[in-house]
């Protein structure tokens, strides 16, 4: 199907002895997107020797499965464009920072975000300053659902950043939105729509949005800031994936971006590392 042509899939659903007819979001797979379509002319006009400096730089990413996923697509440009020369570290469980290239290594626990920011916080005390130029931590999807305390966790966040920017100044800590899930398709999630409340996905996606927002206000265009949750919504024409709750449109991942919901493929890694590496090079290649 034409990604211009469907934004959403006619579904006939029989309610009450009545036939209703809804709009329901594509299931995963349902648009067909090439990786090509995904456009990395923003990041092939940057100079070289910008890339040149941001290669130099220490950059350690905290994350879990979906950053595997990005780190790939990273990979996958890396190939297309050489210039951009960023070596990916494959870190253990005790690794430290402390030498040129992105060192990825995976922290904490899924499900408990307040888990993944204290690794993150232990790992760059222990490096000590000087060790690290740019640092960033990425939450995962399931670590921000319908059931979590949005201003809690929030607030954990700024202190824990207000603490490493007090300590460690010579580090850039970048600023990360909680990836999205795609809309489920079903009959219940049908249903759940055409009556206005939303399925599960879409109150987990809420949530998500909730915490991101709070992000945004508090650091966007003040300190460096990776939306993750904007890459994955807005899709290679530009035009957003989004889900409606009471009213209110609340971003998703878009269906041409997954497999299964929540992790990236080939077109949705390569569309969000290169929203990743053009906020990296925007702060450490100069």
Same mark, same amino acid.
């Given at each position: 199907?034409?990604?211009?042509?469907?934004?959403?899939?006619?579904?006939?659903?029989?309610?009450?002895?009545?036939?209703?007819?809804?709009?329901?979001?594509?299931?995963?797979?349902?648009?067909?997107?090439?990786?090509?379509?995904? $456009? &990395?002319?923003?990041?092939?006009?940057?100079?070289?020797?910008?890339?040149?400096?941001?290669?130099? *730089?220490?950059?350690?990413?905290?994350?879990?499965?979906?950053?595997?996923?990005?780190?790939?697509?990273?990979?996958?440009?890396?190939?297309?464009?050489?210039?951009?020369?960023?070596?990916?570290?494959?870190?253990?469980?005790?690794?430290?920072?402390?030498?040129?290239?992105?060192?990825?290594?995976?922290?904490?626990?899924?499900?408990?975000?307040? $888990? *993944?920011?204290?690794?993150?916080?232990?790992?760059?005390?222990?490096? =000590?300053?000087?060790?690290?130029?740019?640092?960033?931590?990425?939450?995962?999807?399931?670590?921000?659902?319908?059931?979590?305390?949005?201003?809690?966790?929030?607030?954990?966040?700024?202190?824990?950043?207000? *603490?490493? @920017?007090?300590?460690?100044? =010579?580090?850039?800590?970048?600023?990360?939105?909680?990836?999205?899930?795609?809309?489920? $398709?079903?009959?219940?999630? !049908?249903?759940?729509?055409?009556?206005?409340? =939303?399925?599960?996905?879409?109150?987990?996606?809420?949530? !998500? @949005?909730?915490?991101?927002?709070?992000?945004?206000?508090?650091?966007?265009? *003040?300190?460096?800031?990776?939306?993750?949750?904007?890459?994955?919504?807005?899709?290679?024409?530009?035009?957003?994936?989004?889900?409606?709750?009471?009213? $209110?449109?609340?971003?998703?991942?878009?269906?041409?971006?997954?497999?299964?919901?929540?992790?990236?493929?080939?077109?949705?890694?390569?569309?969000?590392? !290169?929203?990743? &590496?053009?906020?990296?090079?925007?702060?450490?290649?100069?």
């Amino acid at each position: 199907m034409n990604l211009r042509v469907v934004a959403a899939v006619v579904a006939l659903t029989v309610l009450g002895g009545g036939a209703w007819l809804m709009l329901e979001p594509p299931a995963p797979g349902d648009i067909a997107v090439k990786a090509e379509d995904v $456009s &990395l002319r923003s990041l092939a006009d940057i100079p070289a020797a910008r890339w040149q400096a941001l290669a130099k *730089k220490r950059i350690f990413f905290g994350h879990q499965s979906v950053g595997v996923n990005i780190l790939a697509g990273v990979a996958d440009i890396g190939k297309e464009l050489p210039q951009i020369g960023v070596s990916i570290i494959e870190g253990g469980p005790e690794a430290q920072p402390g030498k040129p290239g992105l060192l990825q290594v995976q922290i904490g626990r899924n499900t408990d975000p307040e $888990s *993944k920011l204290r690794d993150f916080v232990d790992r760059l005390h222990k490096a =000590g300053p000087g060790a690290v130029d740019v640092a960033l931590l990425k939450f995962c999807f399931v670590d921000v659902t319908a059931g979590v305390d949005v201003d809690r966790l929030f607030a954990s966040c700024q202190a824990a950043v207000a *603490k490493l @920017q007090q300590e460690l100044p =010579g580090t850039t800590l970048v600023h990360c939105t909680v990836p999205l899930t795609a809309p489920r $398709s079903g009959w219940r999630a !049908r249903l759940k729509r055409l009556l206005g409340k =939303g399925a599960a996905d879409d109150a987990d996606n809420r949530v !998500r @949005q909730q915490f991101n927002e709070r992000l945004r206000a508090e650091y966007g265009g *003040k300190q460096p800031l990776f939306d993750l949750a904007l890459a994955e919504s807005t899709l290679p024409d530009g035009s957003r994936t989004e889900s409606v709750i009471d009213g $209110s449109k609340v971003p998703c991942l878009a269906a041409c971006y997954t497999t299964d919901g929540g992790h990236l493929n080939e077109v949705g890694r390569r569309a969000v590392a !290169r929203e990743l &590496l053009r906020v990296l090079v925007t702060i450490g290649g100069r």
